[in-house]
């Protein structure tokens, strides 16, 4: 999907990568996995990035490590995907999915089987082998239409749900449903990461890899699945977080 990119951007250019992420995203467009509405989501979220100085934090690596615990600790965990998650991380989603045991459900905002089948078709060509989501079976309590659908071997009977470039009406139905969220979203500020029990503030080609990292580190060590919890405050880290955007504003404390 890069092979052209990489001919375009100078590797001197300052944010190279920024814009390789955008050409993935056209190109996901192009190719029918990509809603229009989503190349509008992404610059919002790269709006965010920016002003968190395109960087993986002190506090996205402590949510990340919380995340690869609550994963670990999952009896039954999936992988939320949208058409955004696929087009820019579905080897990244795919390698935490084997690290962790969890299946990959296709979850859309802007639904139509087209594009659940051709996500299907990228997430299965990159390795995917638990992937559900193309006939819902079972719905959200709260959201009405296609979009509070979801699988019964996925979502619905879930213990643990990662979510990636989430709605925050989908995130607050989930944990009122008594799931744990798990969110990678780059804005502090949302719906989606005040709701979710653990959110990690990072690009998500960042986070995935960072998750899977921290997963592979602590596979069968118990006290370094508690240890990882216990140091989690989500309303301490998302403080610190926007402290970090406060600061490199200018606005001081």
Do not use: W
């Amino acid at each position: 999907m890069t092979s052209g990119i990489m001919t375009e951007i100078p590797e001197t250019h300052p944010r190279r990568d920024s814009l390789i992420l955008r050409e993935r995203l056209v190109e996901g467009f192009k190719g029918g996995i990509v809603a229009p509405q989503g190349l509008i989501a992404h610059g919002r979220g790269e709006a965010m990035y920016y002003l968190l100085g395109e960087r993986t934090t002190k506090e996205a690596r402590i949510a990340a490590r919380a995340a690869a615990a609550a994963l670990l600790r999952s009896e039954r965990p999936v992988i939320s995907v949208n058409g955004n998650v696929a087009a820019l991380a579905s080897r990244e989603v795919i390698a935490l999915a084997k690290t962790v045991g969890a299946r990959i459900e296709i979850n859309l905002f802007h639904r139509s089987d087209e594009r659940v089948s051709k996500i299907q078709a990228v997430l299965e060509s990159n390795g995917a082998t638990e992937v559900v989501g193309f006939f819902p079976d079972e719905s959200i309590p709260g959201l009405e239409g296609m979009r509070g659908r979801c699988s019964s071997e996925g979502v619905h009977s879930a213990d643990v749900v990662l979510v990636a470039l989430e709605d925050g009406d989908r995130t607050e139905a989930l944990t009122r449903m008594g799931k744990k969220v798990v969110a990678i979203d780059l804005n502090p500020m949302s719906r989606t990461a005040r709701t979710a029990d653990v959110t990690v503030v990072d690009e998500v080609t960042k986070a995935f890899p960072l998750i899977s990292g921290y997963a592979e580190e602590m596979l069968g060590d118990e006290d370094a699945l508690d240890n990882a919890l216990v140091k989690y405050d989500r309303a301490e880290n998302l403080g610190a977080v926007m402290k970090t955007i406060a600061s490199n504003l200018g606005l001081g404390d």
